[in-house]
């Protein structure tokens, strides 16, 4: 221990992550406490893990803890609030008035959904002197809505945690049958030390967050709730969670309360700390309306996620394209896939791999054509299925991307006229994506496994950003319905130039790229743009490609200066192939 040296306050958001796990509680004010001591006694108190802030609330007249709405929205700064060097003027004899200022990093709404935010922030907390217990004391009367914080303040209290909703089908859709797709991953942020089986719970019953919600739906009921009285849920030694909805879940018949508890158990499998193994609903009176296992849920809600993928496929140093056992660790066997795009017959540069591993389509060396194969007989390719009149390699198309319905996306990079493509179940008349507010080329294209969410790499100004954007269909039923991609948002902030992505999950992607200045680096990043604390990855020198499957369980594949490569879970990189590029998983 030192015993010697200067002392040097440390700001609460300046908390290493190796002390994440630390858990922070409020201090009440001091008798004698000024208004400075007041304002930081509070800001620290917004840190603490206190479930309901009653300590942060001792900090504010009675008034101002009435009307103030902790769970109104969070605002997460850089570096936290600053309150400057002291009290600004104030024409109340009485009262003094302290500026919070920092930088956004983004906002957490009423629905727990994060948003990116980087703008300047400017508040004012206002002080009043009032009797107490020992005389005059001071306390804040007007304080800013919410709660604000730092960044890695933010990191330690809160926890992302997929919520699940089903998506809807468009009338006019050909993939899967029926008025139901699968699973959809909706991320929220909830404080991970406050009850937090109770409070998912509460937030997967609220319903969609809006930027979700057009393309998604709950089985829910309208209305329902936990029963009124309901403090706390927690499962029992045996793993079960027992849940009392309100009279609005009463009427539902069994096939709908399935599926309900379905939602309910793939959110809280998400939770890795529940522990809930199985989920049993019950009416207002305390009847059973249903339960449902982790085992039966799987067959309830199948899709999801994409299925195991059996292979891991590249493009070889004889632009075949070739595949190897996903079980595999360290050197890999390879061989041809079955079928024309494995004979070599046509060489490839890029090929996308169907999520039932039955087809794939593979872009032609010179980046102009796409075709389709099969992966289980030797038809031949045919024509292909779409044309780039683009005069470079580099300007052709994109690799391609298998949604979980069965449909093929690629972008034509051609400077004289950019596209996105889709394809009906990979097959027919590519037709034009129209895509809102896209600002630049659209360089890479992945869909994810629901089919609700698209990533692309869009280059401007010779930088690439990351963009995630919503899928819609619509058009009448039996009509080949109209694609369009909405509400585009940026993903990866952090990183100047992001240079190869994947999804890694169902909300989750895996991006190569740099930070200003910086060197390359891979990260875990969420599709509505935070950046969970070390998510970093092993460094793997000269990545060009990267591909993950949405099994998280399934290694990462990455085309380096080392050949490809693979990741295993808790191993170092380990090359697989000297030769090749190019490397995807189904999807």
Not at 322 to 333: F, W
Request: aromatic share 6%; proline share 6%; charged share 25%.
């Amino acid at each position: 221990m030192p015993d010697s040296g200067n002392l040097k306050a440390v700001d609460a958001s300046q908390r290493p992550d190796s002390q994440s796990q630390v858990r922070v509680y409020a201090m009440p004010p001091a008798d004698d406490a000024g208004p400075s001591e007041i304002v930081q006694g509070f800001l620290e108190a917004l840190t603490s893990d206190d479930p309901d802030f009653a300590m942060a609330r001792k900090y504010l007249t009675k008034e101002a803890s009435r009307t103030w709405d902790p769970g109104a929205r969070t605002t997460v700064l850089e570096n936290g609030p600053s309150t400057g060097s002291g009290s600004v003027g104030d024409d109340r004899e009485s009262g003094r008035s302290f500026p919070l200022t920092g930088r956004k990093v983004a906002t957490v709404d009423k629905e727990h959904a994060y948003q990116l935010d980087d703008a300047a922030y400017n508040q004012v907390v206002h002080l009043t002197q009032q009797d107490g217990s020992n005389g005059k004391e001071w306390r804040i009367d007007r304080v800013p809505p919410g709660v604000v914080l730092g960044q890695s303040d933010f990191q330690r209290i809160y926890w992302s945690v997929n919520k699940y909703y089903f998506a809807t089908r468009a009338a006019g859709s050909s993939g899967t049958a029926g008025g139901q797709q699968g699973l959809v991953a909706d991320p929220v942020y909830i404080r991970q030390r406050i009850d937090p089986v109770t409070e998912t719970v509460k937030a997967l019953l609220d319903g969609p967050t809006t930027w979700l919600k057009q393309v998604v739906g709950t089985r829910f009921p309208t209305g329902t709730k936990l029963k009124a009285g309901t403090k706390t849920l927690a499962p029992d030694e045996q793993g079960k969670l027992t849940v009392p909805l309100n009279a609005k879940a009463d009427t539902a018949d069994q096939e709908r309360c399935t599926e309900m508890a379905a939602q309910m158990l793939f959110t809280l499998q998400d939770l890795t700390s529940s522990g809930v193994e199985e989920v049993e609903l019950q009416r207002r009176n305390g009847s059973q309306l249903c339960v449902l296992s982790k085992e039966r849920a799987e067959s309830v809600a199948s899709r999801r996620t994409a299925e195991h993928p059996d292979y891991q496929y590249f493009i070889d140093d004889k632009q075949r394209l070739v595949r190897m056992p996903a079980s595999q660790g360290g050197g890999a066997s390879t061989e041809p896939v079955p079928g024309k795009l494995g004979s070599g017959e046509q060489p490839l540069r890029s090929a996308a791999v169907s999520r039932d591993e039955e087809r794939a389509a593979g872009v032609s060396l010179d980046g102009r054509s796409l075709y389709m194969g099969s992966l289980v007989s030797e038809a031949p390719l045919g024509k292909p299925e779409v044309r780039s009149k683009a005069k470079s390699e580099e300007d052709g198309l994109s690799t391609p991307s298998w949604d979980g319905r069965g449909d093929l996306w690629v972008a034509d990079r051609d400077p004289k006229r950019p596209r996105l493509l889709w394809l009906d179940q990979g097959a027919g008349e590519p037709m034009p994506v129209e895509i809102a507010n896209l600002d630049g080329r659209i360089e890479a294209v992945r869909v994810s496994a629901d089919g609700v969410r698209i990533a692309l790499l869009v280059k401007k100004d010779g930088k690439t950003s990351l963009k995630i954007g919503r899928v819609e269909r619509t058009g009448a039923k039996g009509e080949q319905p109209a694609i369009s991609v909405v509400e585009l948002r940026r993903a990866a902030p952090q990183m100047e130039e992001v240079t190869a992505m994947s999804w890694a999950g169902g909300s989750r992607l895996v991006v190569v790229g740099r930070e200003s200045g910086g060197v390359q680096q891979m990260r875990y990043v969420q599709c509505d743009g935070s950046m969970p604390a070390s998510t970093t990855l092993p460094g793997l020198t000269g990545v060009k490609e990267i591909a993950a499957s949405e099994d998280e369980r399934q290694p990462l594949l990455a085309h380096s200066d080392d050949g490809i490569v693979r990741l295993p879970t808790g191993a170092q990189w380990q090359t697989a192939v000297k030769e090749g590029s190019a490397p995807v998983y189904p999807g």
